[in-house]
């Protein structure tokens, strides 16, 4: 073995090593938080991830709570079947809590050593997550691991995925010609998974490149890795149509209902699962290529985490607290306007006005989550602003006045017959106005003629109404 | 101006009210991922999307592929909100506790730099109210026992972590952190930086990656502002005004 080769295997496997660190955390710890002294930690995060990897293969690309809340409760219950469906919530939320880093707040940094070039011993450190949350296209939480959490889980000791893959090749190929139609399955279904795993190693490979693209060599580096990812893609295609082929011969040789037929059907479908993996994974890689190429044409190089950003707690938070309220008072509205989104401005809608006006009830405000604030909630009954009396009222009048009148002239009218501070003049006010907008069934237009109302107390364009439709 | 530009005017103007609304993603629209497409692939219609928003004071900011553009407000733009868009008829010294509160929770959601510094990150945080409460009680009992602060009459010489120590974390009434924060919570909800979500009969509040945005905006602004206000009190110097 050559020095370079072992210095790379014992480098890459230290590393490995490391980053297994939360996993062995969480079973040194199961007894401070929640009591978990019968449970093998090592397990249970085993079946969580296995979950997960096999949901991120489907439509929503990711786990939701209770698909990892299924699988982790079939164990759960093997080792202690009186326990309850809380218990199990409890313990498959605090194995998340754990592998998510406080659920997205924070992440793992872990430190190793490496031999380097040299021959000395080198200190380096990684920063990673192992699993992540992310909102599926119905805005549902779902969960996903992160290449290296899949990397790990995959027996990632010394980890080569397309030697990997070729070796699961033969290993499928080797139980299929034995007739060991269950082993076959499960090889059947590690294909999937690896794809599964390609597909998130390439997702972490365009993240890495997107937040350090300018140091990146595209042409040099980016564009014969993608180049050769597609070429192992395609070349899966013939791969995979083969073992579907030699399943499908294999299977129909066995009779219905034959354990070995069932393990074949479903070694089928794993490799189907998988196949699709791999179209999906291709589409993934046009995109990407088309991406970077982008950023290469245009020069445009993303912002990396910005060295201004104060520490959110000492350079933010903590100076804030500590300005007096004297200070706040003026603070507060300068930073205000920055933590909130772009508020778009509701337009005046003088129709919709009038015909809220004019209605009898307020419509139920029923789209705000917020709830009602107690000290300004009352239960009181909104009087009606015009009883069907008034409305009849006005209405008579206004029959009085011919075929065309102003609106000074239907206000005066009434202020005179009904008094100032009349409902009735309230009502002719809006309503008059309410037949500028022309609607259906309106049998009135108003037209604005030029100039201001001319009756005290009303200020507005003054309105001359016709009775019949628009021409 | 020709109609091939009149349409990418259009366009441009189509996808930035998309961004406007943090409840539209890509996923969703085939129509904002469209745009999108043509916001990263055209230079000239990406120059024309961000020459509109400059206009109209918003500066847009992008998010991971998958969820799309965001958009923060620039000095006092028609878009800024105002302290009069959130409860209204609040007094002033409730203002600044709710004010404080909102930076407590951004604080909390994107505790480090490099949480807060990943927008491109496509990753969701959620958190439960129970535990934001506790670490607000718990962070303003630190700094006022730290300060060792001593009961002013004057109210305009107390310090902010002071207003937030003096509530009851839990318990009933209006007078509580956890109904203050929850209504804060429901209110960027409200205006879709936030999800509620149950799980496992738990309530997990999930910050969209537009909370991100505003909140890294918000600490990168607020910086300056504060060092300002810190500077004149050391001065001896008034108070900055606005």
């Known amino acids: 073995m050559s020095e370079a080769f072992w210095r790379g295997a014992v480098n890459r496997r230290a590393k490995n090593l490391a980053l297994m660190k939360p996993f062995f955390d969480l079973e040194a710890n199961k007894g401070m938080t929640v009591d978990l002294g019968d449970y093998d930690m090592h397990l249970l995060c085993s079946v969580l991830m ?68 040299s021959g000395a011993v080198e200190k380096l450190s990684h920063v990673y997550r192992l699993l992540e949350q992310r909102l599926s296209p119905e805005d549902e939480l779902v969960y996903v691991a992160t290449s290296e959490a899949i990397h790990i889980y995959l027996s990632g000791l010394g980890h080569e995925l397309e030697a990997e893959q070729a070796a ?114 291709l589409a993934e890689l046009q995109r990407c290529s088309r991406t970077l190429l982008d950023w290469q044409s245009h020069h445009r190089f993303r912002r990396g985490e910005s060295p201004a950003i104060p520490d959110p707690l000492t350079g933010f938070l903590q100076p804030l607290l500590r300005l007096t309220h004297a200070e706040l008072a003026v603070a507060i509205p300068r930073l205000w306007p920055l933590l909130v989104p772009p508020r778009l401005p509701v337009l005046p809608d003088l129709p919709a006005l009038m015909d809220s006006l004019l209605a009898d009830t307020r419509d139920p405000h029923e789209l705000s989550e917020l709830e009602p604030m107690p000290e300004n909630y009352e239960d009181i009954v909104a009087p009606k602003r015009f009883s069907p009396e008034v409305c009849a009222a006005a209405d008579e009048l206004l029959a009085t006045l011919g075929a065309s009148f102003t609106l000074s002239a239907a ?17 002719v006010s809006v309503l008059v106005p309410r037949w500028f907008e022309l609607e259906g069934d309106d049998d009135r237009i108003a037209r604005p003629t030029g100039g201001p109302i001319s009756v005290p107390g009303f200020f507005g364009d003054e309105l001359t109404v016709t009775k019949g439709t628009a021409a | 101006m020709t109609s091939e530009q ?111 510094g990943e927008l491109d990150d496509s990753s969701v945080v959620s958190i439960e109210l129970r ?32 207003s937030i120590a003096v509530l009851e974390p839990f318990g009933d009434g209006q007078n509580t952190l956890q109904y203050r924060l929850r209504y804060v919570l429901n209110w960027l909800a409200d205006h879709g930086l936030f999800l509620r979500r149950e799980e496992g009969g738990r309530e997990l509040w999930i910050a969209r990656p537009h909370f991100r945005v505003q909140a890294r905006f918000l600490m990168l602004s607020s910086h300056d502002r504060l060092i300002e206000f810190l500077g004149a009190r050391a001065d001896g110097t008034t108070t900055p005004t606005s």
């Open chain 1, 411 to 427: 206000l005066a009218a009434t202020a005179a017959k009904f008094g100032p501070a009349s409902p009735e003049l309230s009502y």
């Open chain 1, 50 to 117: 296995e979950a997960i990897i096999a949901e991120m293969g489907g439509i929503t690309a990711g786990a939701p709570y209770s698909a990892v809340l299924r699988e982790l409760s079939k164990v759960v219950l093997k080792v202690n079947p009186a326990a309850t469906a809380g218990e199990v919530d409890r313990i498959a939320s605090h194995i998340i809590d754990h592998l998510s880093s406080g659920r997205g707040r924070d992440h793992f940094e872990v430190s190793y050593q490496i031999i380097a070039e």
């Open chain 2, 131 to 162: 535990a934001l409460v506790e670490w607000a009680s718990t962070t303003s009992r630190q700094m006022k026992s730290i300060a060792n602060v001593e009961d002013v009459a004057n109210a305009d010489l107390r310090a902010g972590f002071e």
């Open chain 2, 6 to 116: 009149n349409g990418g005017i259009y366009e441009a103007a189509r996808l930035l009210r998309l961004a406007l609304n943090a409840r539209e993603t890509v996923a969703r629209s085939a129509d904002y991922q469209q745009l999108l497409q043509r916001f990263h692939t055209d230079p000239e219609f990406r120059e024309t999307t961000q020459q509109i928003a400059r206009g109209l004071d918003l500066q847009i900011i992008e998010l991971a592929r998958d969820i799309g553009l965001a958009v923060v407000n620039i000095a006092e733009g028609p878009y800024a909100p105002t302290l009069d868009d959130f409860r209204s008829n609040m007094r002033a010294r409730e203002r600044i506790v709710y004010g404080l509160l909102l930076a407590m929770l951004t604080a909390y959601v994107y505790p480090s730099r490099r949480a807060v």
């Open chain 1, 168 to 281: 699961n090749d033969a290993i499928l190929d080797h139980y299929l010609r034995r007739g060991k139609h269950k082993e076959a399955g499960e090889a059947a279904d590690m294909e999937r998974k690896r794809s599964v795993e390609l597909r998130a190693q390439l997702r972490g490979w365009l993240i890495a490149a997107e937040r350090s693209f300018d140091e990146i060599q595209y042409a040099a580096k980016v564009l014969p890795e993608l180049a050769e990812i597609r070429q192992r893609v395609e070349a899966r295609g013939p791969v995979e149509q083969r073992q579907i082929e030699e399943i499908q011969s294999r299977a129909l040789q066995l009779p219905p209902g034959d354990d070995g037929r069932v393990n074949l059907i479903n070694a089928r479908k794993a490799i189907e699962d998988a196949s699709l993996e791999h179209t999906r994974l």
